[in-house]
């Protein structure tokens, strides 16, 4: 039933994920601490009206945070993705498991759970389907993370993280490329219209 959680100025590096079993959570303050990434797990706190992350090591936040439908208040000043935002991110190559279980999964390979090995059924069956509609392709463990801006209440453009299953698929969402600037800005607009009546404050500076 725990409403208000001030876990403010403690050195704290990482966020438990199990901070979202607090279904009655309102207000949740973890300013002044080394914070670098959110889990998405907090999405799950239906109940959040604040979320206070001033003075962190945020340079991105997950798109999951889109979810937090009562949130009237986000504050985010101090953090790196207030004042320098990420483009380019680090892409690990795919295992040899992976790029089979793309495979398999892409060409639509039929099998049955006699054909395979217990482990690489349940393994196959964690694939996770590429955003970019111009792909059509799947990943498990290698996916490359990439920063999306997105448009809060017509005034402040906030870096979500999403993956691509590789590099050929991030320059259709790439906010670094120049030829991709309209597009960018395009879906920033209709997120916008999605996210506008749930943000009412942003507090960045």
């Given at each position: 039933s725990l409403?208000?959680?001030?876990?403010?100025?403690?050195?704290?590096?990482?966020?438990p994920p199990e901070l979202a079993k607090l279904p009655s959570l309102r207000y949740l303050v973890l300013c002044d601490n080394k914070i670098q990434s959110i889990p998405p797990q907090l999405a799950q706190l239906h109940s959040l009206r604040s979320l206070s992350l001033h003075n962190n090591l945020l340079t991105y936040l997950p798109r999951e945070i889109l979810n937090l439908v009562h949130l009237?208040?986000?504050s985010l000043r101090g953090n790196p993705l207030v004042v320098r935002f990420v483009r380019d991110l680090t892409y690990n190559?795919?295992?040899?498991?992976?790029?089979?279980?793309?495979?398999?999964?892409?060409?639509?390979?039929?099998?049955?759970?006699?054909?395979?090995?217990e482990s690489l059924v349940r393994y196959l069956s964690l694939a996770s389907n590429c955003p970019n509609p111009k792909c059509g392709g799947?990943?498990?463990?290698?996916?490359?993370?990439?920063?999306k801006f997105v448009d809060f209440c017509g005034?402040?453009?906030l870096p979500l993280m999403h993956y691509l299953c590789?590099?050929?698929?991030?320059?259709?969402?790439s906010s670094a490329s120049q030829s991709s600037t309209s597009q960018s800005?395009?879906?920033s607009e209709d997120e916008a219209s999605?996210?506008?009546?749930?943000?009412?404050?942003?507090?960045?500076g």
């Open positions: 409403e208000f959680l001030y876990l403010g100025g403690n050195f704290i590096t990482a966020i009237d208040e986000l190559p795919p295992s040899l498991q992976e790029l089979a279980g793309r495979t398999v999964k892409t060409r639509n390979i039929p099998y049955t759970p006699s054909d395979l090995p799947v990943y498990f463990d290698s996916c490359v993370r990439q920063i005034k402040y453009r590789s590099p050929e698929c991030s320059s259709p969402f800005e395009s879906d999605v996210a506008a009546h749930r943000m009412q404050k942003v507090l960045l």
